[in-house]
């Protein structure tokens, strides 16, 4: 017999999608919004998950979104944020410092959460 049998009409089992960053708006922002490429800085606290303590903060930190100078978890949590705009990102470890962590702070394997504020951004 055929190792897959699907019955016709029965529906393709689709593939994980994988790890996804989870985006909770606490405050809307005004203007334009953050697109791939824009220039941007932001205010941010960086918390452990698993234990809530806060591991660093930056006040005015820049980066291009989608231009690979911040983990991926970062780059997907400011898409769409506009000025003034506060969000929580919680990002799974796949999406954050990985199997390796980031020196004595985040250990290997850790989901993060940060609390961003977008100061500014350049188009």
Do not use: H
């Not at 969000?87 to 989901?111: A, F, H, K």
């Amino acid at each position: 017999p055929p190792e897959n049998f699907w019955t016709a009409g029965e529906p393709i089992p689709q593939t994980a999608a994988g790890p996804a960053v989870a985006i909770e708006d606490t405050k809307e922002g005004k203007g334009a919004a953050v697109e791939k490429g824009d220039e941007v800085f932001i205010d941010y606290e960086l918390f452990l998950k698993e234990t809530g303590g806060k591991v660093e903060g930056a006040k005015r930190f820049g980066f291009v979104q989608g231009g690979g100078e911040v983990i991926k978890g970062m780059d997907a949590g400011v898409l769409g944020l506009k000025v003034g705009g506060k969000r929580t990102v919680n990002v799974p470890w796949q999406l954050g410092y990985g199997n390796r962590g980031s020196g004595p702070d985040v250990p290997p394997c850790s989901d993060l959460t940060f609390k961003i504020t977008l100061v500014d951004i350049k188009k």
